[in-house]
């Protein structure tokens, strides 16, 4: 698939899904940016959420960002066609997909932990 900037489905992909697809796409560019290191590992700045911090790193990793959200969309459209597929069959696919250990548990929500945190 290729996607373009102006896919109107992008968009609303974006939009529905803002509550954690913001956070992820932009831990995914930080994790590129930190040669893919854990977040642990991280500069404080930014492994502890400090808006200012992650308001920077959004605007210098914004080609990244959106290129995470577009990964996320076509995973979308691909899972959903396939799963429409295999229903037509007479298949059901029950499956939960996770992502890279512990990455949505621990760092799409990690800014509701309360002061630092070292492991």
Partial sequence: DRLEPEDEGLAAFCAGNAFWLE???????????????????????????????????????????????????????????????????????DVSLCTECGLCRSVCRFGAIEGEVRI
């Fill in 23 to 93: 956070d992820y796409a932009l831990f995914m560019a930080l994790k590129g940016e930190n040669g893919q290191k854990s977040w642990f590992d991280w500069p404080d700045p930014v492994r502890l959420r400090q808006p200012e911090a992650l308001r920077r790193a959004a605007e210098r990793l914004a080609g990244p960002v959106r290129y995470w959200k577009g990964v996320q969309y076509l995973f979308h459209r691909q899972w959903t066609a396939l799963k429409a597929y295999a229903g037509e069959k007479g298949v059901s696919i």
